[in-house]
C-alpha cells in the first residue's frame, strides 16, 4: 500500500510548497506507478484466473487452523450460520495481523462462518492493474458465493461483506454480482472501511461501493481526501474525527528533516488503517457512539446538528441509520469515548 500513499503524499508536497528530500527508490516507485497506469490503460488489465484467488474460512471450531475452500469441499461450511465474508485492500493481507484480530473478535462474539478473500495475487500489483480487476473479480467472488447459497452453506440475509479500501470497492462489484443472480435480491450489509478514493471520484455509483450494492451499507471513514474516499457512498456514513487524520497516526519528528517523507507517508497509512481498528473494537463495544453534525472544527472537532441524533458505529450499527456522523475517538486503544 505504500506506493499509492507515496504518490498521495506527493502530490500533497507540492502542492502545498512544502518539499522534502523524496530517496531515489520512492520517485522510482512514482515513475512505475505513472507508466504503470498509461499501460492498463492502453492495453488494459487482463483476464482473472480463479485460480489465484483463494477461499480461507474460519469458524468457531477451526479458530487457528483455517480451510481452504473451493467448490469441492462447500459441505465443509456449517449451515445457518451467520457469514462474515472479509476482504483486504490493495497491497493488503488476506490474513495478516489486523485481519487475525477481526477473526478473533468475531469468534468471541458468537458463532459465525468467517471467510477470507485472498486476492493478493491481483492486489500486489500496480494500483490502476488492481482497480481495473475489480469488476470481473467481484463477478467470480459473487459466483463462488451464490454456490455457498444454492447448497444452503449461506443465505443472502446472513451475509455480511466487510472490504478495507481497495477491498470495499470489490465488496460493491461482488454486491451487485449477487444481485444479478438472484433477480434483484441483495445480500445483507456490506460494510466499507475508508473506501479508497484513487480512481474512483467521479466515476458513476456502479463502478464502485454505493449504497444500493446492498441492504444496507454503512461506511467508516478515517482518511478522506488523501487514500479514502472522501463523500458519502453508504446508507449511513460516519467521519470519526471528522474522517481526515486518526488522533495518535500524526507523530512528527520535525528535527529529523531526512525522514520528514517516510513519516508523512506513515501516518497517512495509519489513518487509512485506523478505519480497521475502529471496527475491530466495535464487534464487542457499542461505545462508539455518534451525532449528527453540521461541520467539523480544526478537523477532530465536530459541531453537533439540528436532530440532535445519535446512533452506534460499528458491528451493531442499526440497519435503520441514514444519514452522515461524527465522533471522536482516543489516540489509542481503547478508541471508542462512549460509557
Not at 139 to 160: E, M, P, S, V, W
Not at 298 to 325: I, N, Q
Request: one cysteine or more; aromatic letters at 14%.
Amino acid at each position: 500500500m505504500n506506493r499509492i500513499l507515496y504518490l498521495c503524499v506527493f502530490v500533497f508536497v507540492f502542492s502545498t510548497g512544502q518539499l522534502f528530500e523524496v530517496p531515489n527508490e520512492i520517485l522510482e516507485d512514482l515513475g512505475n506507478f505513472v507508466f504503470g497506469t498509461l499501460d492498463v490503460i492502453i492495453s488494459g488489465c487482463g483476464p482473472v484466473n480463479p485460480r489465484h484467488v483463494k477461499y480461507i474460512y474460519f469458524n468457531n471450531k477451526n479458530v487457528t487452523e483455517p480451510i481452504l475452500l473451493n467448490y469441492s469441499n462447500i459441505n465443509r461450511v456449517i449451515p445457518n450460520l451467520p457469514t462474515k465474508i472479509i476482504i483486504h485492500g490493495w497491497y493488503g493481507l488476506a490474513t495478516g495481523p489486523t485481519a487475525l484480530e477481526l477473526k478473533d473478535a468475531y469468534l468471541k462474539r458468537g458463532s459465525y462462518n468467517i471467510i477470507f478473500v485472498n486476492w493478493e495475487h491481483y492486489a500486489n500489483v500496480n494500483y490502476a492493474e488492481a482497480r481495473c480487476r475489480l469488476s470481473e473479480l467481484g463477478d467470480l467472488i459473487g459466483d463462488f458465493l451464490q454456490r455457498l447459497y444454492a447448497n444452503g452453506k449461506a443465505h443472502l440475509n446472513q451475509t455480511h461483506i466487510i472490504g478495507h479500501s481497495l477491498g470495499a470497492h470489490l465488496a460493491g462489484y461482488i454486491g451487485q454480482r449477487i444481485q444479478y443472480r438472484n433477480g434483484g435480491q441483495k445480500l445483507s450489509r456490506i460494510t466499507g472501511l475508508d473506501a479508497a478514493g484513487p480512481g474512483f471520484l467521479g466515476f458513476p455509483s456502479y463502478s464502485r461501493l454505493d449504497a444500493g450494492d446492498a441492504f444496507f451499507v454503512d461506511a467508516i471513514h478515517t482518511n478522506g481526501a488523501q487514500f479514502g474516499y472522501p463523500r458519502n457512498y453508504g446508507s449511513v456514513d460516519f467521519y470519526p474525527n471528522c474522517g481526515l487524520f486518526q488522533p495518535g497516526c500524526l507523530d512528527y519528528n520535525i528535527a529529523d528533516k531526512a525522514t520528514l517523507f517516510q513519516q508523512t507517508v506513515d501516518n497517512i497509512g495509519c489513518s487509512h488503517d485506523r478505519s480497521m481498528k475502529y471496527f475491530i473494537e466495535s464487534i464487542n463495544s457499542r461505545k462508539f457512539i455518534a451525532s449528527d453534525y453540521d461541520t467539523c472544527f480544526l478537523f477532530h472537532k465536530c459541531r453537533r446538528g439540528a436532530k440532535k441524533t445519535s446512533v452506534v458505529m460499528g458491528e451493531d450499527c442499526p440497519f435503520s441509520a441514514t444519514g452522515s456522523y461524527c465522533l471522536s475517538t482516543n489516540s489509542k486503544f481503547p478508541y471508542a469515548k462512549g460509557k
